[in-house]
Antibody, heavy 120, light 107 residues
Framework: DVQLVESGGGLVKPGGSLRLSCAAS????????LNWVRRAPGKGLEWVSS????????YYADSVKGRFTMSRDNADNSLYLQMNSLRSDDTAVYYC?????????????WGQGTLVTVSS | EIVLTQSPDFQSVTPGEKVTITCRAS??????LHWYQQKANQSPKLLIR???QSISGVPSRFSGGGSGTDFTLTINGLEAEDAAAYFC?????????FGPGTKVEIK
């Protein structure tokens, strides 16, 4: 089965750091652009970051630029999101998602999500 | 940044009725507009890509249309299992953006 599984969420104090992971299986990981999307409580979906197949091109939402770093390990079929200087408004369920095909496309496979709570 | 607006915010619908959700982009995005369904406590699910392309496994009652700045998602013959939030998403340029969502409730 094609699958993405996130991990690494939890409770962290404002100003703290957290590293999310996303493990992929069932498809050729290195052939797909990947993304992080979050949904804060009571809010809609928010795109966070995208990375190209080889990791050379990475894009961020203004709300996380300079604080979050997205990376991937194609040898290990893994995606990461390093989150620093966390704020209360970063509290959300974070999803990793795969592009449908090469190029800027819809997100066809989503993980189950991991909850990040930023609170003192 | 391309801003997406959706209408209505909320709709309460009787099973069997037709539902139309509109997504408007702040500038032309061609057909780089996609639709997702998210049920409570579940991950988003892709319904339609590039405005009108159907997705394998998605019921045929879901259809999409539009181009440029105005897009629609139509549910022909709403079923009880369609209670969810629906989001549009543009991938024409970064930053990618999502619409604020439309919540569909079953009467």
């Amino acid at each position: 089965d094609v699958q993405l599984v996130e991990s690494g969420g939890g409770l962290v104090k404002p100003g703290g750091s957290l590293r999310l992971s996303c493990a992929a299986s069932g498809f050729t990981f290195s052939h797909y652009n990947l993304n992080w999307v979050r949904r804060a409580p009571g809010k809609g979906l928010e795109w966070v970051s995208s990375i190209s197949t080889d990791g050379r091109y990475i894009y961020y939402a203004d709300s996380v630029k300079g604080r979050f770093t997205m990376s991937r390990d194609n040898a290990d079929n893994s995606l990461y999101l390093q989150m620093n200087s966390l704020r209360s408004d970063d509290t959300a369920v974070y999803y990793c998602a795969r592009d449908f095909s090469y190029g800027a496309d819809a997100f066809d496979i989503w993980g189950q999500g991991t909850l990040v709570t930023v609170s003192s | 940044e391309i801003v997406l607006t959706q209408s209505p915010d909320f709709q309460s619908v009787t099973p069997g009725e037709k539902v139309t959700i509109t997504c408007r982009a702040s500038q032309s995005i061609g057909t780089s507009l996609h639709w997702y369904q998210q049920k409570a406590n579940q991950s988003p699910k892709l319904l339609i890509r590039f405005a009108s392309q159907s997705i394998s496994g998605v019921p045929s009652r879901f259809s999409g249309g539009g181009s440029g700045t105005d897009f629609t998602l139509t549910i022909n013959g709403l079923e009880a299992e369609d209670a969810a939030a629906y989001f549009c998403h543009q991938s024409t340029r970064f930053p990618f953006t999502f619409g604020p969502g439309t919540k569909v409730e079953i009467k």
